[in-house]
């Protein structure tokens, strides 16, 4: 994973000193760690930080948001409550033994019985949370700066976040569903996933610029 | 574990030439059980038979296998252990050779003192204690007589031990090997039983028979039968009790490959369902998911709980039908306000949700039926099913099947669900209708524990006792239209709604007691331990705070308050107290103890537990409880009964413990919105101490259920402050 | 309808079923085998829990289509395992049982639990075993049969 991060990485910074004229910006005023030299104008960053507003209502909406929690438990529906019959997180966020979340989760949508599932589902790490303890949503600065945090993200740079985007299934999973026990189709996020990628590109290409903190 | 056919080598006939069943003109089910009397003698007593013969009870196999009928459904509680133990005991019988059955729909198993077979009101042992002795002891007599007659001595020289006969110079017989001879035997009028020392079973710690097979799997509840051609059934109930569909579209629920039929079929509150019958459950519950009904609920009752709860509040300041009126009515009126509580509680509606669904399987042949069910009311339930399929009840074979659980939901004085599965039978004439009901039905389908208001005013003294008591309960009547009312609502009281408070055991001064019963759409039912689940709830947190207001120790202000006679509620409070010391007097901190005593169903119970609040709930680390029942014919099943009671107890106190309804509909659907305790709400220990006695027997299914709600919100007040007074328990 | 091979406590069985027939369904009714519960259809009670490929799994919200070749194990099928059969052992031993219904997945959500935590906590037991509801309450006597169980398998 690691390796193909650097050769996308080369990939991208050739493309951008091949595309001469734009010059190198400091990283975002919030002071995240780029470990990356970004290539982005202020045009660009400031279409960065637009389209990590367009990111962050995908991130916070409760397709994705109710795995991303601060507590011992996820959450689920549109009113984000927390997960009912007891599931814990357990240590390494998949549950534990008798009640892990692959006891009713499988790696598709389960159509008949209204059970959600893609691969591997399980709770995104702490470091990962994007709500406070009382089960908050934090801020658009906030999110960003953790987002963007790699002793917090898996060690994931821009590009690496733009993968995981792109294809990891639990992503995916947020803009496919599936229908709720009664039928109901569940609530998608703002954007297509298409979108989410395109609007994750430009966050991304803009040097991954973060709002200040109001 | 259901009545199976023996072999003509068993000690008696076969059951279907030993079960000469006769029906009277009336109807009523007259099994002729004795094989040396007549059958005209026996169709001119219609009444039950008050001599229950053991050939009925008990099959002595030539194997030496025991098997013995158990006259009562087994759904947790234990009567599938304990009443063959007390008639293995008088027997002599080798328990390790004992085999328990649920005996099938029959006269002779009715319960002695109620005249119909069931299982409720914690009677199983205390009514058939001394039954199943008489039974062991008199099969005892006639294998010791067959025994004595073989050898030419006399029965008394003869005695038993462990399934043989030993008599005079070494000779001994088993009891498998004298079975036949002793079917000759005349049955003894009356026989001598044991003397309490001479208990071999009786008394002990026995484990249950029923535990291997429903730890593999391989124990049939009713929802598990299987039979060659059978058919499963859904109903689509009205969503408003008592209403009936407007049309019915079942074109895409007909296209589902292996649906058998739909059609519609009357429920028991005068309103119309849809069933739906399949090949298997899932199809079935496919077919009826597609059904597209709409339902007209014009003209019927829209309850609603929020309207009730107001309308329950109104009425309960007005005085009510007169449950108890003791001394002074106007002592109340001399007493200042700053002497006064004044007290309003309110109690949600409760289901029971056993953890197997209800269920019924039938087979009507046109002029027979066969009947699969776990019924806590068979021979009610064999009369309606009767009804329905235009026969008589002896036409009915009706299977007693271990069922998942009931407190009080499977004894269903108006038998819907048998009546709606036999109505589906009838349809479909010689195959076999499995009717199941999903969780979903289960919890929407009604037959509730009542919502009820109290209002109490108490007087109190000036040494903080009470001096004066009004209280008024306000709820549904739960035998109200049933058989059972004529001998339980009392000058318009329905005692099922003020026990607990009318025949309380504290000696309370002007003591008035009234009673309410408003009508609604929406079928009740006794909840384990009924009328005590919320009336002990009252009694217990005013007592509580009473003793708070005096500034007296919880358990002294009971020991003063109770009559002198309380002989049971006060042995169980001396017994508490001596057992919960060790704990209770080094609480560490953030931890209250909470106490409640009280005495239903014949048995005293008291109760200390240890509380603290935990992520904004109740966190019972230790409930230290003791208990009289008479004598302890099985003290493990009690110990059981009263570690795993309390936690059903529980039940009353969970924030999602309540069923409610929005304008006619049940707002609640399963387990998500109405939630039992699982094992994070259960108390971390409980130990159950048993107050020794030689007294008859009393019950144990019920009353653990009322102590334990009141004990922990005493604790939670000692915490917050607060009193509760507001069922479930939403906040703390 | 389509036909699944499914590999049940061992056995190899087929069943042709609709795909959205949940595992529990499958299990009770196309094969017989009655020992895994209904008891509420919304993995809500854990009466239905099997396990799929070693994992506690709620066969009341999975469907057959979903298994593919992960191996089964139902409670008919469990006492094969030491850990199984030192389970049930332990809840005959500790008179546990009341009615009896919920047990079937109780002693499969326990035997995961051993299997990975051969000597639970309290905090292991109540969260393994915090989604499982026993309407009787046995919860006072499963805690006190987990724990023997557990000190039998040392």
């Known amino acids: 994973m690691v390796c193909s991060h650097r050769a996308m990485l080369r990939v991208f910074f050739v493309t951008l000193v091949a595309c001469a004229g734009w010059s190198a910006t400091p990283p975002g005023a919030s002071g995240q760690s780029v470990s990356r030299k970004q290539t982005a104008t202020p045009a660009t960053r400031e279409a960065g930080l637009v389209a990590w507003q367009q990111v962050y209502s995908v991130l916070t909406h409760p397709r994705c948001i109710n795995c991303h929690t601060a507590t011992n438990y996820p959450q689920q529906g549109d009113d984000r409550h927390r997960h009912l019959f007891n599931v814990v997180r357990g240590a390494g966020d998949k549950g534990v033994p008798g009640l892990n979340c692959a006891t009713c989760h499988q790696s598709a949508n389960a159509e008949s019985t209204g059970v959600p599932g893609a691969h591997n589902w399980h709770l995104a790490p702490l470091s990962m949370k994007w709500q406070d303890l009382n089960d908050k949503i934090l801020s658009s600065a906030d999110v960003c700066r953790s987002l963007t945090n790699r002793s917090k993200n898996h060690n994931l740079d821009g590009p690496g976040l733009l993968k995981h985007h792109q294809v990891e299934p639990l992503v995916h999973w947020a803009f496919q569903p599936g229908r709720s026990r009664d039928g109901a189709a569940r609530s998608l996020p703002p954007l297509t996933h298409d979108e989410f990628v395109a609007a994750t590109r430009t966050w991304v290409e803009g040097g991954m610029p973060c709002p200040q903190n109001p | 574990m259901t009545a199976a056919t023996n072999s003509a080598n068993d000690l008696l006939l076969s059951r279907r030439s030993f079960l000469r069943v006769s029906a009277t003109a009336a109807g009523g089910l007259i099994v002729s059980l004795y094989l040396d009397l007549p059958l005209a003698a026996q169709e001119a007593s219609q009444a039950k038979p008050k001599v229950y013969p053991p050939d009925a009870f008990v099959h002595i196999k030539p194997d030496g296998k025991i098997v013995i009928q158990v006259n009562r459904l087994e759904f947790g509680q234990g009567v599938h252990t304990a009443l063959p133990m007390i008639l293995a005991d008088e027997l002599d019988a080798d328990w390790s050779q004992v085999v328990s059955e649920l005996a099938p729909a029959a006269d002779v198993f009715k319960d002695p003192l109620y005249g119909i077979q069931m299982v409720g009101g914690s009677g199983s042992i205390a009514h058939s204690f001394q039954q199943y002795r008489e039974l062991g002891a008199k099969t005892r007599a006639m294998l010791v007589a067959a025994a004595a007659e073989q050898w030419n001595v006399p029965s008394n020289q003869c005695r038993t031990e462990a399934s043989v006969v030993r008599g005079p110079g070494g000779r001994s017989a088993k009891y498998a090997n004298l079975a036949v001879a002793a079917a000759h035997m005349p049955v003894p009028e009356t026989v001598p039983l044991k003397k309490a020392a001479e208990f071999r079973l009786v008394g002990k710690k026995i484990r249950r028979l029923d535990s291997r097979p429903k730890c593999d799997g391989s124990l049939k509840f009713g929802l598990d039968l299987d039979l060659p051609r059978m058919k499963v059934a859904l109903v689509a109930h009205p969503p408003i009790f008592g209403a009936s569909p407007r049309s019915v579209d079942d074109t895409a629920a007909r296209s589902i490959p292996g649906v058998a039929d739909i059609f519609e079929i009357p429920t028991v509150s005068k309103g119309t369902a849809v069933a739906v019958v399949a090949d298997k459950f899932w199809t079935a519950k496919q077919a009826r998911d597609r059904l597209r009904i709409d339902w007209d609920l014009s003209g019927v009752e829209r309850a609603d709980s929020s309207q009730l709860r107001e309308k329950y509040k109104a009425l309960a300041g007005t005085p009510g039908n007169v449950a108890v009126a003791r001394g002074d009515e106007k002592a109340l009126d001399g007493i200042a306000a700053t002497n006064r509580i004044v007290a309003e509680y309110e109690f949600p509606y409760l289901a029971h949700s056993p953890m197997e669904p209800l269920n019924t399987t039938v087979r009507f042949d046109g002029n027979r039926a066969e009947v699969w069910a776990g019924s806590q009311f068979q021979t009610v339930d064999q009369m309606a099913i009767a009804e329905v399929l235009g026969l008589k009840p002896d036409q009915i074979t009706f299977h007693t099947e271990m069922a998942g659980g009931g407190f009080g939901r499977r004894a269903t004085p108006d038998s819907h669900v048998q009546r709606e599965a036999a109505a589906i039978a009838k349809r479909l004439t010689g195959t076999p209708v499995k009717l199941v009901w999903t969780r979903e039905d289960d919890v929407q389908g009604g037959y509730y524990r009542p919502m009820h208001v109290h209002r109490v005013e108490i007087g109190i003294g000036a040494d903080g006792m009470p001096v004066a008591w009004h209280h008024v309960i306000v709820g549904q009547s739960i035998v109200a239209g049933t058989p059972f009312a004529s001998f339980i609502i009392k000058n318009g009281v329905d005692e099922t709604a003020v026990e607990g408070t009318a025949d309380t055991h504290y000696d309370i001064p002007n003591f008035h007691v009234s ?54 509620l006060r042995a169980a409070l001396d017994l508490m107290e001596e057992k919960s010391a060790v704990w209770r007097t080094k609480l560490p901190k953030g931890h209250a103890v909470g106490f409640s005593c009280h005495e239903s169903f014949g048995t005293g119970v008291a109760c200390a537990v240890d509380v603290s609040i935990e992520n904004e709930r109740p966190k019972i680390h230790r409930v230290t409880v003791a208990v009289d029942p008479g004598l302890a014919v099985n003290p493990l099943t009690i110990e059981s009964q009263f570690q795993a009671g309390v936690c059903f107890g529980i039940s009353q106190l969970m924030a999602k413990g309540a069923i409610t309804l929005k304008d006619g509909y049940v707002e609640q659907s399963n387990f998500d919105a109405y939630t039992p305790p699982y094992i994070i709400d259960a108390p971390a ?38 009193r509760y007074r507001t069922l479930p328990l939403v906040t703390v | 309808m389509e036909t699944y091979k499914l590999t049940v406590n061992g056995q190899p069985k087929e069943v042709t079923v609709d795909p959205g027939t949940p ?28 396990h799929v490929a070693g994992v506690a799994t709620r066969s009341c919200v999975v469907p057959v289509s979903l298994i593919g070749d992960r191996p089964i194990v139902t409670i008919e099928g469990i006492g094969q395992d030491p850990v199984g059969r030192a389970v049930q052992d332990a809840w005959v031993s500790e008179d546990v049982v009341q009615c009896g219904y919920c047990q079937s997945g109780q002693i499969m959500s326990v035997v995961a639990l051993l299997k990975r935590t051969p000597k639970p906590t309290d905090t292991n037991i109540e969260q393994s075993m915090g989604g499982n509801i026993c309407r009787c309450g046995t919860y006072v006597r499963i805690r006190e049969a987990i724990k023997a169980a557990s000190q039998q398998l040392k």
Not at chain 2, 537 to 555: C, G, N, Q, S, Y
Not at chain 2, 706 to 718: E, K, M, R, T
């Open chain 2, 515 to 568: 009673a309410h019963h408003p009508t609604v759409n929406v079928p009740v039912l006794w909840w384990r331990s009924v009328g005590h689940t919320h009336n002990a709830f009252v009694m217990e947190t005013l007592i509580d705070e009473l003793a708070t207001r005096a500034k007296m120790d919880p358990i002294a202000y009971r020991r003063k308050l109770l009559k002198p006679d309380a002989k049971k």
């Open chain 2, 685 to 722: 220990a409980v130990d159950v101490h048993i107050v020794p006695s030689t007294e008859k027997p009393s019950g144990c299914g019920e009353p653990p259920v009322p102590v334990i709600s009141p004990a922990v919100v005493n604790a939670l007040s000692q915490l917050t402050g607060k």
């Open chain 3, 23 to 50: 595992l529990l369904w499958v299990l009770r009714e196309d094969l017989k085998m009655t020992g895994t519960k209904y008891g509420c259809g919304i993995a809500a009670c854990g009466a239905c829990t099997v």
